[in-house]
């Protein structure tokens, strides 16, 4: 990429002109277009360790996370042109959400 590089208003970021849209760069866009999902995949995934723990069923859990996380792939196909590009969003985006998890949020 060459071109003009400006700073993302939300993280800070130099990136490049071709990627910025409404002032904030490609991963701050995707980040607040999957904040809401997230939150629910941190919440299931928690509610999930809590069934496992006492032996319920976690099947149904499963399930929905794996439709959550199918939601968040096409949302981040909606933001990010390219595939692989995509997909490469995506893996980071779970592993931040993994990372996430268990951190105790504050009011």
Do not use: F, N
Request: aromatic letters at 2%.
């Amino acid at each position: 990429m060459s071109g003009i590089l400006v700073p993302c208003h939300r993280c800070g970021r130099q990136v490049d002109s071709s990627v910025v849209r409404e002032g904030r760069c490609l991963d701050c866009r995707v980040e607040v277009a999957l904040a809401d999902l997230r939150a629910e995949h941190r919440r299931l995934w928690r509610k999930r360790d809590r069934y496992r723990v006492r032996g319920a069923p976690i099947e149904a859990i499963s399930r929905q996370l794996a439709r959550l996380e199918e939601r968040m792939a096409t949302r981040i196909l909606d933001l990010v042109p390219d595939r692989e590009a995509a997909m490469r969003q995506l893996e980071r985006t779970l592993e931040q959400t993994r990372i996430e998890r268990y951190e105790i949020g504050r009011p």
